[in-house]
């Protein structure tokens, strides 16, 4: 089967959604493999003055969940997610951060991402982020 889905086609998935409220933005897409940016602005400035880590975990739980659809098992008909974690190692204030979400591990029943938010000015790392995916299958 060919890869036919584009970055088009995914951020016509966040119409009306948290991801299009947010500005998220997909800008590339491959099988296993999903690049996207969001713009820092004021409404994501929380009190201390820095982007405010549900922010940054939206953008990489965004492309990651956006990713299983690169790699559906045969039969699959969704997916929920299980666990998630986020390690923060920077923050900023003004600009976009980028993210890149990987396909570590594509099995029947799970799929384990990974994605790397960093600072799109500087491409200093901002966070390492990990969730697991239950794919799920129609009950017979």
Known sequence: MAFDLTPEKMNAWNEGGLPHMLGIKVTDCA???????????????AGNGALWA???????????????STKWPDGA???TTVEL??????????GAILGEAT??????????????????DSGKLLAAFRCTQIILYPKA
């Open 31 to 45: 099988p296993g493999r999903v690049v996207g940016r969001l713009p820092v602005s004021k409404p994501l400035i």
């Open 54 to 68: 549900p922010a940054i975990v939206a953008l990489a739980d965004t492309l990651c969940a956006y990713g299983v």
């Open 77 to 79: 008909n969704g997916f």
């Open 85 to 94: 974690k986020c390690n923060f190692m920077g923050t900023l204030n003004a």
């Open 103 to 120: 396909l570590l591990h594509g099995g029947r029943t799970t799929q384990v991402w990974d994605a790397r938010v960093t600072n799109e």
